[in-house]
């Protein structure tokens, strides 16, 4: 004998399962799609090879032969905002090490060094004294909290030159990177 009732049975089940797979899909694409955004925003600043030599300034700024007195007044800046430390002369008393730092940064096409508490708060609402691109990247950072290893960090801003082969113009293009370091 046959059962009247078993397709609005299979209909419902069918409902069900469909409503599942849609509230799947769509908490994995409100949680997915913000990431997206992040890296897209992310990826115009913090690059490969940005990251790569801001690593190369840290290793310079933390060598333990190169600390100087100059090394507490820059924290004390960083500590009001933030210390610009593209003057390799001011970092430096041996002019080894400041023509090691000159040529690194020219080498690296290095445009701004700053070092700012790790926390980056304090820089963020010092930001109007810092030109737009500048401003434009510490927006996209988060505050990060202190760990236990970084009291202070860099932020780098490089200068790359783009040709454009069609009108043979040449442009500038900024990328960032920041990274803790220790004095």
């Known amino acids: 004998m046959k059962r009247m009732g078993s397709k609005g049975f299979a209909l419902v089940e069918t409902l069900v399962v469909a409503m599942f797979v849609m509230t799947i899909f769509s908490l994995v694409y409100t949680n997915f799609f913000p990431m997206i955004g992040e890296y897209e925003k992310r990826e115009k600043y913090d690059d490969i090879d940005s990251v790569y030599n801001t690593f190369l300034i840290k290793r310079m700024l933390e060598e333990p032969s190169t600390k100087t007195a100059n090394y507490n007044t820059m924290r004390n800046e960083a500590n009001g905002g933030y210390s610009d430390l593209k003057r390799c002369n001011t970092l430096f008393s041996n002019a080894l090490k400041v023509e090691y730092c000159t040529r690194l940064y020219d080498k690296l096409k290095v445009d701004k060094v700053y070092l700012t508490r790790y926390n980056l708060t304090t820089m963020k609402n010092k930001k109007s004294t810092l030109d737009s691109y500048m401003a434009d990247y510490l ?3 988060p505050n990060y909290t202190k760990p236990a290893n970084y009291s202070y960090r ?14 043979n113009v040449a442009s500038e293009v900024y990328s960032f990177a920041t990274m803790g370091v220790d004095f």
Do not use: A, G, Q, Y
């Open 139 to 141: 927006d996209t950072l």
């Open 154 to 167: 860099i932020v780098v801003k490089f200068k790359h030159e783009v040709n454009d082969e069609s009108s």
